[in-house]
């Protein structure tokens, strides 16, 4: 077993959310090496759903049936991508340094000195190097090091390196999970893991609740390269409604323009020509009556998540997105507070169990008038 | 392993307590007479057999940081102690602190960054360190002004030979000293632990007074640049050729009689060794030598690639060839 499951007073079962998220941000899964992580989703998931699959790009699919009565087969799904940014072995030089190119949006300030993990035919560890400073040139000083004069130190030599290490190998940063003051946490890939244990929480809730929909929690892949894994998924799933879980920027010092959030105000759900309406609406009232603490976020066009493609997939499909509020997005101290974790997974209980009868009204046309 | 605990424990300049204390139960057994000075220099004599006296040197602090203010929203401003390039503060995690408080050096994310940000290194002014805190009377709860702050990183093997550590500069020295200090030579040793080399030699300024020894040997870290994208004329030292002998450094020209004495003894014992080759960087020497009426001092240094960072790197086997270089010129001095 991957974590306590602990009693909750009430009867049901809840997560102990703060041990999912630590083995879940302790794994390593970039962009387009997702398989890794899928062992471990699949652990987590199966006592809580009905069946899982896992298709030919490693989407994963945990799928709960509807307890109550669905005449229409309608389907919810619950995506959140399981990839994250990383790097990848480019060359190897004949000193046994590593060139690297970036997977997804890394920012080269945030590497002289930072430990990775290369994972070859073994996983070994490596520092990121530079030219040191005392051979830098008066001009060259306040600029940047691009990644491609970054290199990575093993401490192996070349031939030694070799028998481990190839072009194409993934690189991800050093996990250390950590607390910080106030509940809040710091790892690497906080974005997207923490909607991940936030949607785990949620299926895990609705063991003990009812339910008219089918829902199918769906693991995304390779949405830092491009949304690719979020088209597919959606495609297989069709589902009549999507909420999206992601991560987005939160109000760390120096940042307080719009599109920023405070942590423990809960979710931010987004408004916009992305997100559907009528839903998104019904989505706030609901946070609105339970009491439960939700942001605006003011999306003017592409959100930037799996919600931009999943919502011209097919047919077309209802798409909303909550987003969990993440310090230092990118980096492998990205921050987030496990009290807006929970109050995202409330928020989606109950927004499920009442969503069957507004679902039925989305293809009534006298709806749209 | 001894170099494994100082590079784990804390010390940064101004702040070397927890260091001189493990020095302190290594050696005190050991030797004939300990005493700290009023700097917190600790100096550990051992009597030999004959009339020559011997001064090793190396220094117990780091490079880290201290508190500088604390910001309305709970961010706390910072300032280096010693030389830090900026470059390599952004995302870092650090501990603050007796109590060791975690927390994190956080810049804006890229994706919020124009194109100009995105190219620009951020001075060390511009940053700050997020604990989770989330304003300041809450951060001074846990936090004092002129709290040292340290990189959190620990020591570890990379492969069997290569290790990577924060403060190898200079708990390399520190740690070769204690085990010379362990064996016996027919020399008498004067093994001084200096304060605050980082922010300017300030132990090793006194240190020389009044010891008169004959020689002075410095041992310390050093820079390493054999990396990829440098020149190999430009690589000062590099790792496993043996410990690096300097001629001259930005602080002192290592006197020639000594260097001498340590390129005979290497040769004579078979043991691999550089030349520093180049001119840039100060150590203890700088001081010692200028001490009093004037000392004879060399420096033997352990070649560290990405100093002053938390991921420093060495070849152990470059540790262990330094500490028997120095083993066997002590050996040799009649």
């Not at chain 1, 909420?243 to 987005?248: E, K, N, P, T």
């Not at chain 1, 987004?270 to 939700?294: C, Q, W």
Request: proline share 3%; glycine share 8%.
């Amino acid at each position: 077993m991957w974590y306590n499951i602990q009693y909750h007073l009430e009867g049901g079962y809840i997560l102990d959310i703060k041990e999912v998220l630590e083995q879940l941000t302790n794994t390593y899964s970039a962009s387009g090496f997702e398989h890794k992580i899928i062992e471990q989703l699949k652990e987590s998931f199966k006592p809580y759903c009905d069946e899982i699959i896992i298709d030919k790009f490693y989407n994963f699919y945990a799928i709960k049936k509807a307890n109550l009565p669905n005449p229409n087969s309608r389907k919810l799904m619950i995506a959140c991508h399981i990839d994250e940014v990383g790097m990848m072995v480019k060359e190897i030089d004949k000193s046994g340094f590593i060139k690297f190119v970036a997977i997804g949006g890394v920012d080269a300030k945030n590497l002289p000195a930072k430990e990775v993990l290369i994972h070859g035919a073994s996983t070994i560890k490596g520092i990121i190097g530079a030219k040191p400073p005392h051979l830098i040139k008066p001009d060259e000083k306040d600029k940047v090091i691009p990644i491609k004069d970054l290199y990575i130190d093993t401490g192996y030599d070349y031939d030694e390196l070799i028998k481990v290490v190839k072009i194409g190998d993934t690189i991800t940063y050093q996990a250390h999970f950590t607390e910080l003051k106030d509940n809040k946490f710091y790892n690497k890939s906080m974005d997207n893991r923490a909607s991940v244990a936030t949607m785990l929480e949620f299926l895990v809730s609705m063991k003990n609740l009812l339910h008219s929909v089918d829902i199918v929690c769906c693991g995304t892949v390779q949405e830092e390269l491009g949304l690719r894994g979020a088209m597919i998924s959606s495609y297989n799933i069709s589902p009549d409604v999507c909420v999206v879980i992601d991560g987005a920027f939160a109000n760390t010092h120096g940042l307080s323009k719009g599109g920023i959030f405070k942590y423990f105000q809960g979710p931010a759900i987004a408004v916009g020509p992305n997100l559907h309406k009528n839903l998104t609406n019904y989505m706030i009232d609901i946070a609105k009556s339970e009491a439960i603490p939700y942001q605006i976020d003011v999306e003017e066009g592409n959100t930037g998540t799996d919600a931009w493609a999943i919502q011209i997939s097919r047919q077309g499909i209802p798409t909303l997105l909550l987003s969990i509020p993440l310090g230092y997005m990118h980096s492998d101290i990205e921050s987030i507070v496990i009290d807006d974790l929970k109050n995202t997974a409330k928020l989606l209980c109950k927004f499920t169990t009442n969503i069957g009868e507004r679902i039925e009204k989305l293809y009534d046309i006298r709806e749209s008038m | 392993m001894i170099l494994e605990n100082l590079c784990n424990e804390i010390g940064i300049s101004g702040h070397e307590e927890k260091i001189r204390k493990i020095i302190y139960n290594e050696i005190s057994n050991t030797v004939n007479d300990i005493r700290v000075d009023t700097l917190g220099n600790l100096y550990a004599y051992k009597k030999g057999k004959n009339n020559k006296h011997i001064m090793l040197c190396a220094h117990m602090d780091e490079v880290g940081f201290v508190v500088k203010e604390v910001l309305d929203d709970g961010a706390i401003s910072f300032a280096s102690v010693g030389g830090i390039d900026s470059r390599i503060l952004p995302s870092k995690s650090i501990l603050i602190g007796e109590q060791r408080i975690p927390g994190i050096i956080g810049v804006k994310p890229i994706h919020l960054q124009t194109e100009d940000e995105r190219t620009k290194v951020i001075k060390e002014e511009d940053l700050f360190i997020d604990i989770g805190t989330n304003s300041k009377e809450e951060t001074l709860k846990y936090v004092n002004l002129g709290d040292y702050i340290s990189f959190n990183s620990r020591f570890e093997f990379l492969t069997n030979k290569i290790a990577k550590s924060k403060a190898l500069d200079d708990r390399v020295g520190c740690s070769v000293l204690i085990e010379i200090l362990k064996q016996n030579f027919e020399c008498c040793i004067i093994a001084v632990f200096t304060v605050q080399e980082e922010v300017g030699l300030r132990g090793a300024s006194v240190a020389g007074f009044n010891l008169k020894p004959d020689y002075a040997i410095i041992v310390e870290g050093t820079t390493a640049s054999d990396v990829s994208g440098v020149e190999e004329y430009e690589y000062i030292t590099s790792l496993g050729k043996g410990p690096a002998i300097s001629i001259l450094d930005g602080g002192s020209y290592s006197n020639k009689e000594l260097v001498s004495k340590i390129v005979d003894s290497a040769n004579k014992n078979n043991i691999k060794f550089q030349y520093k080759k180049g001119t840039t960087g100060g150590n203890d020497a700088g001081k010692i030598q200028i001490s009093d009426s004037g000392i004879k001092t060399a420096v033997i240094s352990v070649p560290c690639r990405y100093i002053h960072s938390p991921s420093s790197v060495i070849n152990i086997e470059d540790y262990e060839n330094t500490k028997k270089l120095v083993q066997t010129v002590l050996s040799e001095i009649k």
